[in-house]
């Protein structure tokens, strides 16, 4: 038989870490803002591919004398495919690039296969399109988790994932990760993946109200979280090193993508056990929590 961890008995030492921690990213957020990428900002992008593989530093430099001195360059799939991204909300400003490149192409010329131009009004809209989504997320969230559980575990399951979206752009920000709509897309992945890992915890949980009846709810959460440890573990470190791969071998392009994949994961393990779980324990959750309300109602005798 597993032996039952202590899970609660640190809890008072985890609740000062994580608002520590949630401090800190939320100064990062506001202090040092976001780092959009041109999804959000508006800008030219360019995708370039050359005869022999590509030197990005070369291209670098010579975007740079060329006096496109914001010019980010990374490599896109092959190693002979590039891709430039400009700020800028001139449309003809990808093709002006394009031909600064060939004219100092030398023996490895570059051919354009591709230019986009992205105005900032529809960088506006697509950031506010996100971040609504993200809200209505976690909205939808909270009105299944009461309606499927208890408000308390509701409750519990949002401010967990309200911590684990915050550490995670908070940690963006303070590194100044470009933050594009892949980005965005591995935050709200987060959202999906700590709330499959609390749920669990919250469905054992509520199973052992029934079978330990005389235990104590923090009895009752550290047998849970034990019970469901491994299945935690596993699951996060299968999913880490498959994230562990997509950041070395994914390139630039996934980078920040790959990070806020793992930074959320991290958190998410986290926050299912010591923020989840305490807040149940705040709102004082018991089993008659999760009896149904007796009917009221006279029951109406239909027989003649």
Known sequence: MLRTINFMGVRNVAFGFTVLLTVLALFSWFHKGLNYGLDFTGGTLIELTYEKPADV????TELSQAGYHEAIVQSFGATTDLLVRMPGEDPQLGHQVAEALQKV???????????E??????????????????????????IYLAFRFQWK???????????????????????????DLTVLAAVLAIIGYSL???????????????????????ENINISTTQTLL???????????????????????????????????????YSS?????????????????????????KEVDDRP
Do not use: C
């Not at 299968?238 to 993508?257: E, K, P, Q, R, Y």
């Not at 923020?275 to 309300?293: H, K, T, Y």
């Open 273 to 297: 056990i010591y923020i989840a779980n305490v807040v149940l324990i705040w709102l004082n959750l018991n089993s008659e929590d999760l009896i149904p309300p007796a009917s009221t109602g």
């Open 57 to 60: 530093t070369l291209v670098r």
């Open 196 to 218: 499959n890992d609390t749920i669990v915890v919250f469905d054992r949980v509520r199973e052992n109200f029934r079978v330990l009846r005389k235990a104590t709810l923090i």
């Open 153 to 179: 575990f509701a409750v519990g399951a949002i401010v967990s994932l309200i911590h684990d979206v915050v550490v995670t752009v908070g940690i963006l920000a303070y590194f100044q990760i470009t933050f």
């Open 117 to 142: 131009f992205v105005g900032p009004q529809v960088g506006e809209e697509l950031r506010d399109q996100g971040g609504l989504g993200m809200l209505m997320a976690l909205g939808g969230i909270l």
């Open 231 to 269: 299945r935690t573990m596993a699951t996060s470190i299968s999913t880490l090193l498959a994230i562990t791969a997509l950041m070395v071998f994914g390139g630039d392009n996934l980078w920040g993508f790959s990070l806020s994949l793992f930074i959320g994961v991290l958190a998410g393990t």
């Open 105 to 115: 192409g030398g023996d490895n010329p570059a051919t354009v296969k591709r230019v």
